[in-house]
């Protein structure tokens, strides 16, 4: 049903505007409709869920937030849509510091980003039986700015060697990758360890 933002005119008599008026009515009513409750019941005005349609980067989408708003929007991110944060003070159309809240890679190596924007990457590792070092563990993708804290967890059942074969600890950890290493006495067994990255 049309909406018409010309109607009333001034010149208008009510007699020949009603249809019209009551085309707007109903109209209104029509797009409050869209994901709210209706007029006149217990819980009118309210969303019953948000739905975004996706953006395109360019021109003036998305909009400028102030130093006191967030911004939500949708774009595609691949050939999937997703939903980004915008946080404050941001400028028309520039989306550099936007965060995809739903990125994630959902696999044994993988990460993901927190809507604070803190970076979580996750994986495995092994040092070999025989070595006290681990190759270089490469994150999925590298952090940009900091590593903030990384922890390995040893796992897998010692069928030979010592316990001491586990004892694990980081060595030369970097925003790309990092190794892990044990002492040298206690290399008779593999030793596979998961790890925990968190940073930006």
């Known amino acids: 049903m049309a909406y018409d ?21 109903a109209a209104i009513q029509t797009f409050i409709e869209v994901n709210h409750d209706t007029f006149a019941s217990a819980t009118e005005g309210k969303h019953k869920f948000v739905s975004l349609p996706q953006g395109t980067v360019s021109g003036t989408f998305p909009l400028e937030t102030t130093a006191t708003e967030l911004g939500l929007y949708c774009k595609t991110d691949g050939a999937n849509p997703a939903l980004y944060l915008r946080p404050p003070s941001q400028a ?10 739903m990125y994630s890679i959902n696999a044994a190596s993988g990460e993901t980003i927190l809507p604070s924007g803190i970076k979580m990457k996750w994986g495995t590792g092994t040092i070999n039986a025989g070595s006290n070092t681990s190759g270089a563990i490469t994150y999925y993708s590298a952090f940009t700015t900091a590593l903030y804290s990384l922890q390995i967890s ?10 001491q074969d586990y004892v694990l600890n980081v060595w030369e950890q970097g925003l790309a990758n990092f190794k892990v290493t044990r002492t040298n006495a206690y290399i008779g067994t593999a030793s596979t360890f998961y790890y925990l990255a968190i940073g930006i």
Request: charged fraction near 10%; hydrophobic fraction near 30%.
């Open 5 to 25: 933002q010309n109607i009333p005119q001034s010149t208008d008599l009510l007699s020949q505007s009603q249809a019209d008026i009551q085309q707007n009515f």
């Open 154 to 163: 040893p796992y897998g059942s010692r069928a030979t060697g010592a316990a």
């Open 92 to 101: 028309v159309g520039v989306t550099t510091d936007d965060i995809n809240i």
